[in-house]
C-alpha cells in the first residue's frame, strides 16, 4: 500500500517562510510526475507547484519567485520551500504523485494534507 505523508507547513507571519515535506513509502518502483497542490477556504483546490522525476518544475503565476518545490529521487520525498508568504496562501497543502507499486499499475495518489496560515 502506497501512502504520501506531508509534514511542516504550520502558522506564520506576512513575509516569513515556512516548509513542507512529503514522504512516499511502499512498495515502490518508481515515482513520476509529484506535484503540491492548495485548497483554501471557500476556494477550489489549485496547482502550486510540480516536479519531474528529471527534476523539471513548474509553478503557478501567484507562487512563482516565492516557491521552491524539489524532490530526492533515493528518498521518495519532495519538498516545498515557501518565502515571503502572504495571507492568500492560507491554505491546506496537499502533495500529489504517479506512483508505480509492486504489483500495481502507474495509480495517483494524495497525501492527507498539511495546514499552512499566514496571519500577523
Known amino acids: 500500500q502506497v501512502q504520501l505523508v506531508e509534514s511542516g507547513g504550520g502558522l506564520v507571519q506576512p513575509g516569513g517562510s515556512l516548509s513542507a515535506t512529503c514522504v512516499a513509502s511502499?512498495?515502490?518502483?518508481?515515482?513520476?510526475?509529484m506535484a503540491w497542490y492548495r485548497r483554501a477556504p471557500g476556494k477550489e483546490r489549485e496547482l502550486v507547484a510540480s516536479?519531474?522525476?528529471?527534476?523539471?518544475?513548474t509553478y503557478a503565476n501567484s507562487v512563482k519567485g516565492r516557491f521552491t518545490i524539489s524532490r530526492e529521487n533515493a528518498k521518495n520525498t519532495m519538498y516545498l520551500r515557501m518565502n515571503s508568504l502572504k495571507p492568500e496562501d492560507t491554505a491546506v497543502y496537499y502533495c500529489?504523485?504517479?506512483?508505480?507499486?509492486?504489483?500495481?499499475?502507474?495509480?495517483?495518489?494524495w497525501g492527507q494534507g498539511t495546514q499552512v496560515t499566514v496571519s500577523s
Open positions: 500529489n504523485g504517479d506512483v508505480l507499486s509492486a504489483g500495481q499499475l502507474w495509480r495517483n495518489y
Open positions: 511502499g512498495s515502490i518502483l518508481s515515482i513520476g510526475l
Open positions: 516536479v519531474t522525476s528529471g527534476h523539471s518544475t
